[in-house]
C-alpha cells in the first residue's frame, strides 16, 4: 500500500497496540502463531473486533463479533467512516498533514448510515456505530485481514476500503498502528517481493517503467518484455481464448485449487503443452505433459522466505530430497542451461546476492546478517541498517516525507454471485486448523481433529431442510453439483453454509464456487457462492425442490 | 474465549440451580445473533466460578460432568481449568454423591474423644466411605472447628442447608440417620460469657449477650459507634490510632496492621480491596467461629472501617465452607447492614461507599493462606502466591489489598472504643491487647478463652478449671497442627508473641490442646502429618513432597521398622523439615514440619513396642 | 528535526545494585536474581523456569538465600533490590537444592531429562533411594479419580510415586505422566502464556495433583488441538512426540544420528521458525527456537506435526 505492497506492522505491534481488528480473518486457526502475538495484545488490555460471516473461533476472543454478511464488508467500512466522520472522530490533523482526496471520501461514505449499513451487512447498528466509536477513539489500532476481503470479485476495493479507515483515524505509519494483510503461505509476500507479479519487478518496481526494466536488463541481459504479464486469472480467460497453449506450473494445483474448478481442468486440459514442477503428483500434475519432481525446499534446499511482517527469513536444507527431485532453483536453472542459457554453478545464495544488487529494499539483507539476527524486516537498505518494523513512518514527519496517501473511495456491490430462489443459500469457504489449501501436504499427516470434508450448515437450516449429521446430499452453484455429507456447526447461521477446500477427491468445493474475478489483483471469489442443497433424490427425475432459505438481508 | 465443551449436557434441575445462582449475580445470558461480545468482558466472570460450584454441591449434591460444563460455558471458563478448581476442594464431589453426607472430623482433637465410634456406627449402617449410591454416606473429615464440643461432624445436604454437629455420638448419629430430623444449632462454648460472668471482657464484650440476628440489638450494645469514631477520624486518624495501638495481626505473621492498612490507603493502584480472612481451619481452633455466629455485626462494622480507612469499595468475607451457621448469620447480617444502610452507596449517611461479599471456602486448609485464599476468590485454585510482592501491594484482581483475620479485626473495634494509646496499655509492650484461646483436650471446661497479652499459660488453665479430673500433662500443643509442643516446665510461659518466639514456639491460632498421660502422642503427630499431606496444594516440591516423605518417615519410626534403605529416619526427617521450611512457597509448607520437629526435640516420639 | 523523531520516546534505564556470592553485580531494575547471576556467570538449576512462560516459581531447585530474609528466595522470579545480599552456594542453598533433586527423582522418573539436569542431580549430592524402595506404579486411572483431602493411610514401607502407565489416545503425541514433575509449563504453554486453549490444567491437590484434561477426558475428546507447545517446553520427557515415542521405544532413537536444522514453516504466511530433529534423513521431531521474536519456541499443528508430507514416500 502506498507503494510497497506488504503489511505496515510488526507481530510485536499487535501486542502493544489498544485495539485489532480482525476482518474476514479466522486467524485463530489459519494463522495460529500471529494469533498468539494477538492474544498477548488482548491480556495486555487491547480489544478486540472480528468482522466475519461465521462465528468463527476467533471471534469467540473477540469484545465484539460482528456477523456481515458475505461480501458485504466495503459496505460495512464506508459505514464505519461515516459514523467516524458524522462523530467528528476522524483524525483531522492527520487527514490534513498526510492524505488526499478526503472531500471525495467524505461525499461518497455520506448515505452510508448506520440504518443503510445495517441492511447491507446484516450487522446490527449499534454494533457498528461501536466500532466505529471504539477504531476512532483508540490510541494505537490495527486492521488485520485474510483471505475473506481478498477472496472476493472487489478484493483491492475492499483492501481500499479498509485502508480508508486507517487513513481517516491516522492509524497506519505510528508503532502500535497499521494495515496488515495476513499471508496465506509462507511465502506469498516474497513472491511479491520478488517480482512474482505480472506487472512488478523485484522489489515492487513498475514492469511498464522503462529506467527499471533498463537496470534490471542490464544485470540480467536480457530484454524484459515492456508490458504487464497476465496475472492467474487472465492466464485461464487467455487459454479460453487460445491465447495461451503452453503452460508451466510450479508448485500450484490449480486443477483442484481455481474457484469452478471443472471449466479450470478443461482449459488445462486443452492445452498443447503442459508442465508442471512440484512435489507431489497433483491433480494437476497428473494432466501434465512433462513433470519436474521438484524438492520440498523449505527444507530440502536453500533459500529466503519472507513473512506477513516483511520479515524475510532463510529456509535450510535439513533434509536431502527423495530419488530424482530437485530444488526449484536448480530445475530452473537447468532449464535455462539446456534453453541456452548457461548461468554457472546455481546456488540459493548466488540468486539471492543479485537480487539484492537490484532490489534497495533487500540490499542490506546478507545471508550472513539474516542468520544472525533471525531475519530482517524490509526495507533494509544497506548492512548497518537494522530492518524496519513498521511503515510509512513518513506520513507523519514535518515536513510529510513523499506524496500524500490518497483516499481511494470505493463503493459497495454485492457479490456477483447472486442469492435467488432457486439459489437461497450464501456458500462461502475458509480453512480449518489442521489442514492446509488442497489437503497435498497435510492430508500427509494423521490429524485428531480432522473433520470429514462436508457441507457445513447451521443447527436451524440443517432442522428446516431436514437433514441429519453425516446425511449426503446434492449441492448445487450455477455452475456445477456435487454431493456432499452434511455437518451441522453452530458457528454458522441460517443462510449461510461453509465449505473447505482441503480435500478435493472427498467433496470437490470448487466444482461450486464462483469463477468471477477480481479485475484490479486477479483474484478469484472463492468467498460469496450462491447454492441450492437437495436431498439427493432416489428418483432423480421428480428433483424435490427443498424449500428455499431465506437469505439474511 | 473459544471454549470446547464436551458436549454433555446439565439435566434441567443442574441448569436451574445454575441459571439462578446467575441470575442472581447479575450475569445474563450471551445473545447468539448476528453481533456478540465473548470478550474481556466474559471471561470477567471467572471469579464467580466457586460460588457457582457451591451452588451445584448445595442443590444437587455433587457436579456432574454437564453441570461443570454448563457453569464453564456460561462464565466462559475453560472446562479443564473448571475441573482444576473443582477438584482442588475437598467439600466439592465430582463423582455422584447421594443427598446426604456426614463429614466425621477424625483430627486431634475429635480423635480423642469418640470419632472413631461414630465412624464404626457410619460404617455399620452406610458401609464403607464415600460411597456413590444410596440415602448417605459419610467421609473422614480434618478438624471441623467444633472442638470445644467435640466429637463433631458436618452434614451436607443436597438440596437444603448443611448443619454442624457437636458434641456428637454414636448414638445421635444413629437417630438422626432413623429420623432425618437435625437439632437446632447450638451456641458455641465461651465459659467466660456464662454466669458469672468475666467482666474483663473486649472481644467477647456481646457474646452471649447480643442478639446475633438483630442490627438494632447489635446498636443496642454499642455497635456501630467505631464506624462513627472512624468516620471523624477519617483515614489518616485511623491509622494513627493503630499505629498507636500497636495492634499486631493476629494471624501468625504479627504484622502490624496500622502499616498494613497505610500501604493499601496511600498505593496509588485502584480500586482497592479489603478482605477478611475468615477461613478459619487450622486443626484445634475455632475462636472466628464464634464471633461470627455470636457477634457477626461486629464482623460487618469491622470489615467496612477497613474499607473506609484503605478506601475500598468493596470488601470480601471469605469463610471456610465448614461453618453454615456463621456463614448464615453474617449472609443475615449483611443483608440487615445494607437496607439499614449500613452498607451500599452511602454508608451510614457518611458518604462513601462501601459493601461486602460473602465467599465460602470449600473445604481447603490451605486457603486460609492470604494469597491462595486471593486466588480462590478470583476463581482459581486456591494456590498461594510468591512473596513478595505483598497483598498490600499485588492483592486481590492483582489490586492493593488489606487482608486480616477475623480476630483481628475485632480488634480494631477495640482500637477504636478506646483510643490508641490506651489499647496499647493492655497487654505488653509488645504484645498489646487481649488474644483469644481455644483450650480442648484434657481440660476441666473447654471453650474459647480471652486473656489479656502476658498471662501464662497456667493462669489460662486455672481459668478453665484446671486439667480434667485425675489427669495429668503430658505435653501441651500450642498453635495447632502447626504449632509446637510444651511441656509442664513451660506452665509460666507468658503467652505473648515475644515469650513464645523466645522458647521457640508459636501462639499460631491460639490453640491449647492438653494432652494428658492417656493421650497416644504419636498418633496425633501422624494425624498432623496426614494432615499436612492432605492440605498441601501440590504447588512446591518441598512441601508436595516432603509432606509424603515425612508422613512416610514417621510411619516407620512410630512402627519401629527400619528404613529398607538403612537411612536413619529421624536423620531423614531432620532433612524434611528442614528443606520443606526454607524452599517451600507459603506458611502452610515451612510450617508443616514444626509440630513433628517439636515431638523429636522433646522426646515425645515414642515407637510403638519399642522397648526403650 | 523530523516530527516523529520530536515524539520518540528515550529509553529509561535504571538500575540496581546487588552483591551475590560476594561479588557486586548491576542489572537493570525488575530484573530478577537469576537474571542477575546469569550476569555474573553463576550456573542456577532450574527445572519450572522458562524464558517465555510466566515464572510459577513451583519447583524451588533454584532457591538463593538472600540476607535477612527468614526463608530462601527463588532466584527465577524475585526481583532484586538495591543493597540485596545473596548467596547462591551457601551451605542452606545447597542443602534446600539437594533435597528438592532427591524428593523429585525419589517420585518420579527423571530417566529423560537432559544432561544439564542430570548433572545438577548428581553434583548437589541428590540420592533418591533414601526414601525406600518405590511404590508399585498406580493402575489405569487411578491417580486421576484421587478426591482432594483424605488419603488411606500409609505404612512407609514404600515411597509413594507418581508411576502410572503412560496415556497413547492419539497419533501425534504421548503423555507419560510417571515423567511429571508438575512444573506447570505444559499448562502455561496451552494457557495463557501461549496457546490459550487451557485443554489441560493442574487438578487435584498436594501429591494427587496432576496435569487433566476435565473429568480426565481423552485429549481426543478435549479442547486440544495439538499445537504439542506443552512438549516443546516439557522438562522431563513426560510429553513427547509420538514419533520420538515410537523410536525410544523401538530402541532406535539415537541422538549421534541426529542433526537439527532451523527453517522456516511452509503452511502459512506468519514465518515461524523450526527446528527439524532428523535421524536417518527423516524429520523425527519438530520445535520451534525459543528465543526468535515469531514464535518464541510455539507452533501449530501443521508446524509441528504437518511434516509428514516429505517423508510419505511408495517403499
Known amino acids: 500500500m502506498f507503494g510497497a505492497g506488504g503489511g505496515t506492522s510488526s507481530y510485536q505491534e499487535i501486542e502493544d497496540t489498544d485495539l485489532i481488528i480482525l476482518w474476514g480473518s479466522n486467524a485463530r486457526e489459519t494463522h495460529p502463531i500471529f494469533f498468539h502475538h494477538v492474544l498477548k495484545g488482548v491480556h495486555q488490555g487491547a480489544r478486540l473486533y472480528a468482522i466475519d460471516p461465521r462465528r468463527t473461533s476467533t471471534s469467540q476472543w473477540a469484545d465484539g463479533w460482528l456477523g456481515v454478511d458475505v461480501g458485504s464488508d466495503i459496505a460495512l467500512a464506508n459505514g464505519i467512516a461515516r459514523e467516524i466522520i458524522a462523530a467528528g472522530l476522524e483524525n483531522r490533523a492527520f487527514i490534513d498533514h498526510a492524505t488526499e482526496n478526503f472531500e471525495e471520501y467524505a461525499r461518497m461514505v455520506e448515505p452510508y448510515t448506520l440504518e443503510m449499513t445495517a441492511r447491507c451487512t446484516g450487522v446490527p447498528a449499534p454494533a457498528i456505530r461501536e466500532l466505529a466509536h471504539a477504531y476512532a477513539r483508540a490510541d494505537r489500532a490495527q486492521i488485520c485481514w485474510t483471505l475473506g476481503i481478498t477472496e472476493h470479485h472487489n478484493a483491492a476495493d475492499n483492501v481500499f476500503a479498509l485502508i480508508n479507515l486507517a487513513l481517516l483515524c491516522g492509524h497506519v505509519g505510528r508503532y502500535g498502528s497499521g494495515v496488515n494483510p495476513l499471508r496465506g503461505q509462507n511465502n506469498v509476500q516474497g513472491g511479491g517481493d520478488m517480482g512474482a507479479i505480472p506487472n512488478k519487478l523485484p522489489g515492487f518496481k513498475n514492469v511498464e517503467d522503462d529506467a527499471e526494466r533498463a537496470r534490471f536488463e542490464s544485470v540480467w541481459s536480457c530484454t524484459i518484455p515492456p508490458q504487464n504479464g497476465w496475472h492467474l486469472s487472465q492466464m485461464f480467460e487467455a487459454m479460453e481464448r487460445g491465447d495461451l497453449r503452453t503452460l508451466y506450473v510450479i508448485g500450484e494445483n490449480p486443477a483442484d485449487s481455481e474457484a469452478d474448478a471443472p471449466h479450470a481442468r478443461k482449459l488445462l486440459e486443452g492445452l498443447d503443452h503442459l508442465v508442471v514442477q512440484d512435489i507431489f503428483l497433483t491433480n494437476t500434475a497428473r494432466m501434465a505433459d512433462v513433470v519436474f519432481p521438484a524438492a520440498a525446499d523449505w527444507c530440502e534446499y536453500e533459500g529466503t522466505v519472507t513473512n506477513s511482517e516483511r520479515r524475510v527469513q532463510r529456509v535450510r536444507k535439513a533434509l536431502e530430497p527423495p530419488g530424482e527431485a530437485r530444488p526449484d532453483l536448480e530445475i530452473i536453472w537447468e532449464l535455462a542451461r539446456r534453453l541456452g542459457n548457461d548461468w554457472g554453478e546455481p546456488g540459493a545464495e548466488r540468486a539471492w546476492d543479485e537480487l539484492r544488487s537490484l532490489s534497495a529494499m533487500h540490499t542490506g539483507m546478507s545471508y550472513e546478517r539474516l542468520d544472525a539476527m533471525g531475519g530482517i524486516q524490509w526495507p533494509c537498505p544497506d548492512e548497518n541498517h537494522p530492518g524496519s518494523p513498521f511503515l510509512h513512518g513518513r506520513l507523519w514527519e514535518e515536513p510529510r516525507g513523499g506524496p500524500p496517501a490518497p483516499f481511494t473511495p470505493v463503493e459497495f456491490v454485492a457479490p456477483l454471485d447472486e442469492l435467488n430462489a432457486e439459489f437461497p443459500i450464501r456458500l462461502t469457504t475458509g480453512r480449518r486448523l489442521d489442514s492446509y489449501n488442497t489437503g497435498v501436504q497435510t492430508g500427509g499427516y494423521s490429524s485428531p481433529m480432522r473433520k470429514k470434508e462436508s457441507l457445513f450448515l447451521c443447527p436451524e437450516d440443517a432442522e428446516r431442510l431436514g437433514f441429519a449429521e453425516g446425511e449426503r446430499v446434492q449441492v448445487s452453484s450455477r455452475r456445477g453439483s456435487i454431493e456432499a455429507p452434511v455437518a451441522i456447526e453452530s458457528s454458522l447461521r441460517p443462510g449461510l453454509a461453509f465449505m473447505t477446500v482441503h480435500s478435493a477427491g472427498e467433496v470437490d468445493t470448487n466444482v461450486l464456487t464462483s469463477d468471477a474475478w477480481d479485475k484490479k489483483s486477479g483474484t478469484a471469489d472463492f468467498k460469496a457462492t450462491a447454492i441450492r442443497v437437495e436431498r439427493i433424490a432416489a428418483e432423480r427425475g421428480a428433483r424435490h425442490e427443498v424449500a428455499a432459505a431465506g437469505t439474511s438481508h | 474465549m473459544d471454549l470446547r465443551l464436551r458436549g454433555s449436557d446439565p439435566t434441567p434441575a443442574e441448569r436451574a440451580t445454575v441459571d439462578l445462582f446467575l441470575l442472581s449475580s447479575g450475569v445474563s445470558e450471551q445473545a447468539n445473533g448476528r453481533a456478540a461480545n465473548t470478550g474481556h468482558e466474559a471471561r470477567a466472570h471467572r471469579h464467580l466460578l466457586l460460588p457457582a460450584l457451591h451452588s451445584l454441591q448445595d442443590e444437587i449434591g455433587w457436579i456432574s460432568e454437564g453441570a461443570l460444563s454448563y457453569v464453564c460455558e456460561r462464565l466462559t471458563v475453560p472446562p479443564a481449568d473448571a475441573y482444576g478448581v473443582a477438584s482442588f476442594y475437598a467439600l466439592f464431589s465430582l463423582r455422584p454423591r447421594p443427598p446426604l453426607v456426614a463429614h466425621v472430623c477424625d483430627d486431634i482433637v475429635c480423635m480423642k474423644k469418640g470419632a472413631e465410634d461414630i465412624i464404626a456406627t457410619l460404617q455399620d449402617k452406610l458401609g464403607p466411605e464415600s460411597s456413590e449410591e444410596g440415602a448417605a454416606t459419610w467421609l473422614r473429615s480434618p478438624c471441623l472447628g467444633q472442638c470445644e464440643r467435640a466429637p463433631a461432624l458436618l452434614w451436607q445436604r443436597a438440596g437444603s442447608d448443611d448443619r454442624s454437629h457437636a458434641p456428637a455420638s454414636s448414638e445421635a448419629v444413629g437417630r ?437 | 528535526m523530523s516530527r516523529a523523531a520530536r515524539f520518540k520516546l528515550g529509553v529509561i534505564k535504571r538500575t540496581v545494585e546487588l552483591t551475590i556470592d560476594g561479588v557486586a553485580v548491576e542489572v537493570p531494575e525488575g530484573a530478577t536474581i537469576l537474571d542477575a547471576c546469569n550476569k555474573l556467570g553463576i550456573v542456577t538449576p532450574t527445572l519450572c523456569y522458562l524464558s517465555t512462560l510466566t515464572p510459577v516459581n513451583a519447583c524451588r531447585v533454584c532457591v538463593v538465600e538472600v540476607e535477612k530474609a527468614r526463608v530462601l528466595a527463588p532466584a527465577c522470579s524475585r526481583k532484586v533490590e538495591p543493597g540485596m545480599v545473596v548467596h547462591t552456594d551457601s551451605e542452606r542453598v545447597r542443602h534446600s537444592r539437594r533435597m528438592v533433586f532427591e524428593l523429585l527423582s525419589s517420585s518420579v522418573d527423571m530417566s529423560l531429562v537432559s544432561g544439564e539436569v542430570k548433572g545438577w542431580i548428581d553434583s548437589y549430592g541428590s540420592d533418591a533411594a533414601r526414601y525406600g524402595p518405590p511404590a508399585p506404579p498406580a493402575k489405569v486411572g487411578e491417580r486421576d479419580a484421587r478426591h482432594a483431602g483424605h488419603h488411606h493411610a500409609v505404612d512407609g514401607s514404600v515411597a509413594e510415586t507418581v508411576a502410572q502407565p503412560v496415556k497413547i489416545d492419539n497419533d501425534l503425541y504421548v503423555r507419560d505422566y510417571s515423567r511429571c514433575i508438575l512444573c506447570y509449563k505444559c499448562v502455561e504453554a496451552c494457557g495463557e502464556d501461549a496457546q490459550n486453549t487451557f485443554a489441560i490444567a493442574v487438578a487435584g491437590r498436594g501429591f494427587d495433583a496432576r496435569i487433566a484434561t476435565e473429568f480426565d477426558a481423552p485429549l481426543t475428546d478435549s479442547a486440544c488441538v495439538y499445537c504439542g507447545n506443552c512438549i516443546g517446553v516439557c522438562p522431563t520427557g513426560a510429553l513427547m512426540p509420538k514419533s520420538e515415542y515410537d523410536l525410544r521405544q523401538q530402541g532406535r532413537w539415537d541422538e549421534a544420528r541426529q542433526t537439527v536444522t532451523q527453517t522456516v514453516c511452509s503452511f502459512c504466511g506468519v514465518g515461524c521458525n523450526l527446528d527439524l530433529t532428523v535421524q536417518d534423513n527423516a524429520i523425527v521431531r519438530v520445535d520451534s527456537p525459543l528465543e526468535h521474536s515469531v514464535t518464541h519456541g510455539h507452533l501449530c499443528i501443521k508446524g509441528r506435526f504437518g511434516f509428514q508430507h516429505v517423508q510419505n514416500l511408495p517403499d
Open chain 2, 176 to 612: 438422626l440417620l432413623a429420623d432425618g430430623l437435625f437439632d437446632a444449632p447450638e451456641r458455641g462454648t465461651a465459659p467466660q460469657t456464662e454466669t458469672p460472668r468475666d467482666p474483663r471482657l473486649r472481644l467477647l464484650r456481646r457474646i452471649g449477650l447480643v442478639d446475633p440476628t438483630d442490627l438494632d440489638d447489635y446498636r443496642g450494645h454499642g455497635g456501630y459507634s467505631a464506624l462513627r469514631r472512624a468516620v471523624r477520624l477519617g483515614p489518616e486518624g485511623i491509622a494513627r490510632e493503630l499505629a498507636d495501638s500497636k495492634l499486631m495481626g493476629r494471624g501468625g505473621a504479627a504484622f502490624p496492621i496500622g502499616a498494613k492498612w497505610d500501604a493499601v490507603a496511600k498505593a496509588p493502584v485502584r480500586p482497592h480491596y479489603v478482605i477478611c480472612n475468615a477461613d478459619e481451619s487450622e486443626p484445634g481452633t475455632f475462636k472466628d467461629r464464634i464471633l461470627m455466629e455470636e457477634d457477626p455485626f461486629a464482623l460487618i462494622e469491622a470489615v467496612t472501617i477497613a474499607g473506609y480507612a484503605t478506601g475500598a469499595e468493596r470488601g470480601y468475607i471469605y469463610i471456610r465452607g465448614e461453618y453454615p451457621l456463621a456463614t448464615h448469620r453474617l449472609e443475615d447480617a449483611i443483608a440487615q447492614a445494607r437496607a439499614r444502610g449500613m452498607l451500599g452507596g452511602n454508608v451510614m449517611g457518611e458518604d462513601f461507599v462501601f459493601d461486602i461479599e460473602l465467599r465460602r471456602g470449600a473445604g481447603a486448609y490451605i486457603c486460609g493462606e492470604e494469597t491462595a485464599l486471593m486466588n480462590s476468590i478470583e476463581g482459581f485454585r486456591g494456590e498461594p502466591r510468591n512473596k513478595p510482592p505483598f497483598p498490600t501491594q499485588v492483592g486481590l484482581f492483582g489490586k492493593p489489598t488489606a487482608i486480616n483475620n477475623v480476630e483481628t479485626l475485632f480488634n480494631v473495634l477495640e482500637v477504636l472504643a478506646e483510643g490508641g494509646p490506651a489499647f496499647a496499655g493492655i497487654g505488653t509492650k509488645d504484645s498489646t491487647g487481649t488474644k483469644l484461646f481455644c483450650l480442648t483436650g484434657a481440660i476441666a471446661k473447654p471453650g474459647l478463652y480471652e486473656l489479656e497479652f502476658g498471662a501464662t499459660l497456667r493462669e489460662l488453665l486455672d481459668l478453665a478449671g484446671g486439667v480434667t479430673e485425675g489427669a495429668t500433662i503430658q505435653a501441651i500443643l500450642l498453635g495447632g497442627a502447626a504449632g509446637t509442643f510444651i511441656d509442664t516446665s513451660d506452665l509460666d510461659l507468658p503467652l505473648t508473641f515475644e515469650a513464645t518466639r523466645a522458647a521457640s514456639a508459636s501462639l499460631g491460632s491460639g490453640v491449647v490442646h492438653i494432652l494428658d498421660e492417656s493421650s497416644d502422642i504419636s498418633a496425633v503427630l501422624l494425624r498432623i502429618a496426614a494432615f499436612m499431606r492432605d492440605e498441601s496444594c501440590g504447588q512446591c516440591v518441598p512441601c508436595r513432597v516432603g509432606t509424603v516423605r515425612q508422613e512416610e518417615a514417621l510411619q516407620r519410626i512410630v512402627a519401629g521398622r527400619k528404613n529398607a534403605s538403612g537411612q536413619d529416619d529421624v536423620a531423614l526427617l531432620a532433612d524434611l523439615v528442614r528443606v520443606m521450611s526454607d524452599a517451600s512457597i507459603c506458611g502452610l509448607g515451612f510450617t508443616a514440619g514444626v509440630a513433628v520437629k517439636s515431638a523429636l526435640e522433646r522426646g515425645l516420639l515414642t515407637p510403638q513396642g519399642s522397648n526403650s
